[in-house]
């Protein structure tokens, strides 16, 4: 069961913490946070790790505009201080376990924040995730995820923006277990069969009544290996809402979604319908670290109290070729239709069509959308 310490970098296994002990070089314990006002103008992603078995400790923050991405990479040794994550100027003060946190970035290179989180509803805690490579076991991960508002300020340059939480909402997660960080490892014999791409979908929304969290993962073929959506309602009940079918529009010759229809299936048996469309993407492999980031990648050492900021020109031919190659993270707006019963939400629509996958239409690494 998750438990107020399961904010905390204390995890050994891929479980709550009720339950320790792993030895793999790829075990991380991490948070993961965006914010945006609603429109679509910026999208602050940020986040910090953990990899007690690499012996490292990281953390970063994204902004991104329509036209670039501003990245700030930190990273440390790490240190036995595991009730004061921090990362040099990054820190996360967990003020109520659980709903209110605090996350700090003092200025670096430029930029800083100081944001206060408040959960508009209770924590979800997520389906366990577990993928192989053959025999072995690359990903396995316990993870909860919630939904609120943020309060603060934000830098850029000697600008200061004010973080109202009536307008100001976001999603955070938190996540720990195994999965590829650090160095590359020696790559052994060749997987069998090859890995040829996979299809994911995270989309969780918060609404004035409620939360929705959807996360969504298929194989090439189709065959859907994660299925997990869940409402959530203020007093802690958790409502699960069927095996939701989707139908993405993407833009045309690319592999981008403008929007998705969900429709999903409420306890009583009655439609429930999603319409989720994008405001901005963010990839979160320019410049955030995650899967497929030629720049920076989550756990690698790089020296002592190290930090830099990069700027990407998104219109760039070299970063803009980037983005079907991994996951990206998209401002999300959403629609929820019930009976006669319309809902207006936000928050994260998240999504990767990586290589084949057959009820997309992608043959293979390259194919795209007509």
């Not at 490292?56 to 440390?76: E, N, Y």
């Not at 592999?255 to 439609?271: E, F, K, Q, V, Y």
């Not at 939400?345 to 084949?356: D, I, S, T, Y």
Request: with cysteine.
């Amino acid at each position: 069961m998750i438990g107020p310490l399961d904010e905390f970098p204390l995890h050994q296994t891929p479980l709550p913490m009720a339950w320790v002990g792993s030895s793999d070089r790829n075990f991380y314990d991490r948070w993961y946070f965006n914010a945006h006002d609603r429109t679509g103008d910026q999208f602050w992603i940020f986040g910090a790790g953990y990899y007690a078995n690499l012996g490292t400790k990281d953390a970063f923050l994204l902004r991104r505009t329509p036209s670039h991405t501003t990245a700030v990479h930190l990273g440390d040794a790490i240190d036995h201080d595991r009730m004061n994550p921090h990362v040099r100027g990054f820190r996360i003060e967990v003020t109520e376990p659980l709903q209110r946190l605090r996350v700090v970035l003092e200025e670096t290179e430029g930029m800083a924040l100081d944001l206060t989180w408040k959960g508009s509803f209770p924590v979800v805690q997520e389906q366990p995730h577990v993928m192989r490579q053959g025999s072995r076991i690359t990903l396995d991960a316990q993870r909860f995820a919630q939904v609120g508002t943020w309060s603060g300020t934000l830098l850029v340059d000697d600008a200061e923006i004010v973080v109202d939480p009536e307008t100001w909402v976001g999603t955070r997660d938190r996540s720990w277990g195994i999965r590829p960080v650090g160095e590359a490892e020696p790559g052994g014999r060749p997987a069998d069969p090859p890995f040829e791409g996979m299809w994911w979908l995270y989309v969780p929304l918060r609404f004035e009544e409620f939360a929705v969290v959807l996360i969504i993962q298929e194989s090439p073929d189709g065959f859907r290996t994660l299925n997990d959506c869940t409402r959530v309602w203020p007093d802690g009940r958790v409502e699960q809402l069927g095996w939701p079918r989707i139908t993405m529009d993407y833009r045309p010759g690319s592999r981008s979604p403008r929007s998705a229809r969900i429709l999903c299936t409420a306890a009583n048996g009655s439609s429930v319908v999603l319409d989720v469309e994008s405001l901005l993407p963010a990839p979160l492999h320019v410049g955030g670290g995650y899967g497929g980031d030629p720049d920076w990648t989550h756990g690698v050492w790089k020296g002592e109290a190290f930090a830099e900021r990069v700027t990407y020109d998104m219109a760039a031919p070299e970063v803009a070729g980037r983005e079907m190659f991994g996951v990206v993270d998209h401002v999300g707006r959403a629609l929820l239709r019930e009976g006669d019963a319309v809902h207006e939400g936000w928050g994260l629509f998240e999504h990767g069509a990586l290589g084949r996958h057959d009820s997309s239409g992608f043959a293979d690494w390259f194919d795209l959308a007509p």
